[in-house]
């Protein structure tokens, strides 16, 4: 389907982007994840980078011209996740995945139009009818080539996506949708409202997004300002999507939605369905478990080595766990070592961190440790 296009906003200049509230428009609360990195290329589920879920859903709607709008600072390992186009399925001779530098982010962007509005160029030399809009920070399988075909059928001008169901409490932070019979969207209610969560999920025609664009002023937003300030005139419909779905804006999410996926239901209704999410191919060997390793409800990536114990724990391509050690309810990214006889509990460690060995980080539930990438505690 060669007439729709994708877009990826980051979550730092999201479409629903709350300018007046810093705590959307910032990544201090995935301190110290993005410190080094963009929220899209954080590592996410053993072998994944948080874009990797939006950018699927698209090419699995047939998109095969993509946008990744990146902020022109920290952007190295986005850059490096996505230099091989192939991996997901965009190797084209004239379209393909672009990655599109903006300056329009964190605390004062300017909103998602300003970002969208400095690549009008990309926009304008686009052959494709439609776009679909997908923020980064959203956990999901959406089918949306059938968000697609439904726009199409009612002739709608603007369809958003919306949760329809149970899993609230993953979308905390997320603005809500008033959704009529007829499925036409009524009206905008606050995050946290009594909408039907957004799900960040947008489809319009090309023209209208320059149309809009066009419209642009300062430190607007694309739903709120821009499509809730239309509703009397456009045509808007929403699109239901039953299944799970969760949002990544803090540390507590990033650590519950990573132990989410030692549910086989979720990882199943993730990654077991014939909407494949792709990411970036790599060559690890299969996991290693050595003498005395013990590993119950745990999800292990490829190059794992396991001497120690495991126990309801996420560990990423890589990590190591030495003899005597123990991890529980915990989620170690890549690169982790884990020295003989140490304990980590509730914890987040980032990348090629390091427990000496004998030592111990301790959290809890609602608090995870969190020990930042390249550490050695």
Same mark, same amino acid.
């Given at each position: 389907m060669d007439s729709v296009m994708g877009v990826v906003l980051p979550r730092e200049c999201s @479409?629903?982007?709350?300018?007046?509230?810093?705590?959307?428009?910032?990544?201090?609360?995935?301190?110290?994840?993005?410190?080094?990195?963009?929220?899209?290329?954080?590592?996410?589920?053993?072998?994944?980078?948080?874009?990797?879920?939006?950018? @699927?859903? !698209?090419?699995?709607?047939?998109?095969?011209?993509?946008?990744? !709008?990146?902020?022109?600072?920290?952007?190295?390992?986005?850059?490096?996740?996505?230099?091989?186009?192939?991996?997901?399925?965009?190797?084209?001779?004239?379209?393909? #995945?672009?990655? #599109? !530098?903006?300056?329009?982010?964190?605390?004062?962007?300017?909103?998602?139009?300003?970002?969208?509005?400095?690549?009008?160029?990309?926009?304008?030399? @686009?052959?494709?009818?439609?776009?679909?809009?997908?923020?980064?920070?959203?956990?999901?399988?959406?089918?949306?080539?059938?968000?697609?075909?439904?726009?199409?059928?009612?002739?709608?001008?603007?369809?958003?996506?919306?949760?329809?169901?149970?899993?609230?409490?993953?979308?905390?932070? #997320?603005?809500?949708?008033?959704?009529?019979?007829?499925?036409?969207?009524?009206?905008?209610?606050?995050?946290?409202?009594?909408?039907?969560?957004?799900?960040?999920?947008?489809?319009? @025609?090309?023209?209208? !997004?320059?149309?809009?664009?066009?419209?642009?002023?300062?430190?607007?937003?694309?739903?709120?300002?821009?499509?809730?300030?239309?509703?009397?005139?456009?045509?808007?419909?929403?699109?239901?999507h039953q299944g799970y779905a969760a949002r990544v804006a803090s540390i507590a999410d990033f650590y519950r939605r990573n132990l989410d996926l030692l549910d086989r239901g979720v990882w199943t209704e993730l990654f077991g369905t014939a909407r494949k999410i792709w990411t970036r191919t790599e060559c690890d060997p299969p996991v290693r478990y050595l003498a005395g390793a013990q590993v119950a409800n745990a999800l292990l990536a490829e190059g794992c080595v396991i001497a120690g114990q495991i126990e309801g724990s996420v560990l990423y391509r890589g990590a190591r766990v030495e003899k005597g050690a123990r991890v529980k309810n915990s989620v170690l990214l890549p690169g982790v070592v884990v020295g003989r006889e140490a304990e980590v509990e509730f914890a987040v460690l980032d990348k090629e961190a390091a427990v000496r060995p004998g030592s111990a980080v301790r959290g809890c539930p609602d608090r995870p440790a969190v020990v930042a990438k390249g550490m050695v505690v």
């Open positions: @479409s629903y982007c709350l300018d007046c509230n810093y705590k959307y428009n910032n990544n201090d609360y995935l301190q110290p994840l993005t410190s080094r990195r963009p929220l899209l290329a954080v590592p996410f589920g053993g072998r994944y980078r948080m874009i990797d879920f939006a950018l @699927s859903n !698209l090419v699995n709607a047939g998109a095969v011209n993509v946008g990744v !709008l990146a902020q022109r600072e920290r952007s190295q390992a986005l850059l490096d996740h996505l230099r091989q186009e192939r991996d997901w399925q965009l190797a084209h001779r004239r379209d393909g #995945l672009f990655v #599109l !530098l903006s300056r329009h982010f964190g605390r004062g962007c300017g909103g998602s139009v300003r970002a969208l509005a400095e690549q009008r160029s990309y926009f304008e030399r @686009s052959r494709q009818r439609n776009v679909i809009i997908a923020d980064g920070n959203i956990v999901g399988s959406f089918n949306l080539g059938e968000v697609l075909r439904r726009h199409l059928a009612v002739g709608a001008d603007v369809t958003l996506l919306y949760q329809d169901g149970p899993g609230g409490e993953r979308l905390t932070g #997320l603005p809500g949708l008033e959704v009529a019979a007829d499925g036409r969207v009524t009206g905008l209610t606050a995050a946290d409202g009594k909408g039907k969560p957004f799900l960040g999920v947008l489809v319009m @025609s090309r023209g209208l !997004l320059l149309d809009l664009l066009a419209a642009n002023g300062r430190r607007l937003d694309l739903v709120r300002d821009l499509i809730g300030g239309r509703l009397a005139q456009m045509n808007v419909y929403g699109c239901g």
